[in-house]
């Protein structure tokens, strides 16, 4: 009788188990002969579908937070993005009432208070994961953040402002053979053949896709920056690399110097101006108030009376006499 080895005594002696033991052991439950002849029976029920009638007729009835959790659930479970009227067909509630729950779900499920935040993107509505909780789900779902090189993204940018758009216009603004970067847009599927153009060859013409706009979280074309914006973007990225790249002395003389001294001097100026010219109203106010004060205790004497004679002045005090050195005897 032959032996097998045990996992783990391979470098080992024989196995103290049989071929026979271990294939009882490892195989599966044996059938049963008389049932192997038979067809199994189908016993799962028919799926009877709820007439959509009964559903609007049910949907009514519903609380305004009855219609917040269905609106909730149904896109919790939908693989993509759902406007108002696929949910309205999956649930019978009216549109207007969808609208609303939307609106309060988007407020509970937003960025910085929940982790699954909900976003209006490619012309509905998708619960999505929050930004900042991305590199765990990345870790659980062991997936590889999704990047786009720098030609891709000069492609894809083209594409998506000046669409429809050839190849042949495409290169003429980039310069370089963008074949190869076409493709690989086509086989992520974030941009489309939409047509030919009528010219001589008709040229293929591209667009961009619904997954395009899923992709960068954007609720339609109308959405994308503007030119405006895209120049403040663009400074933005002018002053992180400035402000990541080695300084020259100047710049670090600039950044050192205080920007706000010459404010300040202004400021203190105004100030010391607004002081002094209180100081002056309070000694214009003091010194109208000492002439009122000498005229109440000094006041002047009344005007003689007619025939009175005038009053005799005062004689002067007294001199003492003094001695021959000057001292008063």
Same mark, same amino acid.
């Given at each position: 009788?032959?032996?097998?080895?045990?996992?783990?005594?391979?470098?080992?002696?024989?196995?103290?188990?049989?071929?026979? !033991? $271990?294939?009882?052991?490892?195989?599966?439950?044996?059938?049963?002969? %008389?049932?192997? %002849?038979?067809?199994?029976?189908?016993? #799962?029920?028919? /799926?009877?579908?709820?007439?959509?009638?009964?559903? *609007? @007729?049910?949907?009514?009835?519903?609380?305004?937070?009855?219609?917040?959790?269905? $609106?909730?659930?149904?896109?919790?479970?939908?693989?993509?993005?759902?406007?108002?009227?696929?949910?309205? #067909? @999956?649930?019978?509630?009216?549109?207007?009432?969808?609208?609303?729950?939307?609106?309060?779900?988007?407020?509970?499920?937003?960025?910085?208070?929940?982790?699954?935040?909900?976003? /209006? &993107?490619?012309?509905?509505?998708?619960?999505?994961?929050?930004? %900042?909780?991305?590199?765990?789900?990345?870790?659980?779902?062991?997936?590889?953040?999704?990047?786009?090189?720098? =030609?891709?993204?000069?492609?894809?940018?083209?594409?998506?402002?000046?669409?429809? *758009?050839?190849?042949?216009?495409?290169?003429?603004?980039?310069?370089? #053979?963008?074949?190869? &970067?076409?493709?690989?847009?086509?086989?992520?599927?974030?941009?489309?053949? &939409?047509?030919?153009?009528?010219?001589?060859?008709?040229?293929?013409?591209?667009?961009?896709?619904?997954?395009?706009?899923?992709?960068?979280?954007?609720?339609?074309?109308?959405?994308?920056?503007?030119?405006?914006?895209?120049?403040?973007?663009?400074? %933005?990225?002018?002053?992180?690399?400035?402000?990541?790249?080695?300084? +020259? &002395?100047?710049?670090?003389?600039?950044?050192?110097?205080?920007?706000?001294?010459?404010?300040?001097?202004? !400021?203190?100026? @105004? =100030?010391?101006?607004? =002081?002094?010219?209180?100081?002056?109203?309070?000694?214009?106010?003091?010194?109208?108030?000492?002439?009122?004060?000498?005229?109440?205790?000094?006041?002047?004497?009344?005007?003689?009376?007619?025939?009175?004679? +005038?009053?005799?002045?005062?004689?002067?005090? +007294?001199?003492?006499?003094?001695?021959?050195?000057?001292? +008063?005897?």
């Amino acid at each position: 009788m032959s032996t097998v080895k045990t996992p783990g005594e391979e470098s080992g002696g024989p196995s103290p188990f049989s071929e026979d !033991e $271990v294939a009882a052991v490892t195989a599966g439950p044996a059938g049963d002969p %008389e049932l192997d %002849e038979l067809e199994s029976a189908d016993i #799962d029920a028919p /799926e009877l579908e709820t007439p959509f009638e009964k559903i *609007v @007729a049910r949907s009514r009835k519903l609380t305004e937070a009855q219609v917040r959790n269905v $609106v909730e659930s149904v896109l919790f479970v939908a693989p993509t993005a759902l406007t108002v009227d696929q949910l309205f #067909d @999956a649930t019978g509630i009216d549109r207007e009432k969808i609208t609303v729950a939307l609106g309060e779900l988007q407020g509970q499920r937003r960025e910085g208070l929940s982790g699954v935040v909900l976003h /209006e &993107v490619a012309g509905g509505w998708q619960f999505r994961t929050a930004p %900042e909780s991305a590199e765990w789900v990345r870790r659980f779902l062991k997936v590889k953040p999704q990047r786009l090189t720098r =030609a891709a993204v000069e492609t894809l940018a083209i594409i998506a402002y000046r669409q429809p *758009v050839t190849r042949p216009e495409l290169e003429d603004i980039r310069g370089v #053979d963008s074949g190869a &970067v076409l493709k690989a847009l086509l086989d992520r599927r974030l941009i489309k053949i &939409v047509g030919k153009k009528e010219e001589v060859g008709r040229p293929i013409l591209y667009g961009t896709t619904r997954e395009f706009l899923e992709f960068f979280a954007l609720r339609d074309l109308n959405a994308l920056p503007t030119l405006r914006e895209f120049q403040e973007l663009t400074e %933005e990225s002018q002053e992180i690399v400035e402000r990541e790249a080695p300084k +020259p &002395v100047a710049g670090i003389v600039a950044e050192l110097s205080d920007s706000q001294f010459n404010q300040r001097v202004a !400021e203190n100026d @105004a =100030a010391s101006e607004e =002081a002094l010219a209180k100081l002056e109203q309070a000694i214009d106010l003091a010194d109208s108030t000492s002439k009122t004060a000498a005229k109440i205790l000094n006041p002047p004497a009344p005007p003689p009376e007619p025939g009175a004679s +005038p009053p005799s002045e005062a004689p002067p005090p +007294p001199t003492e006499p003094s001695s021959s050195n000057g001292t +008063p005897t």
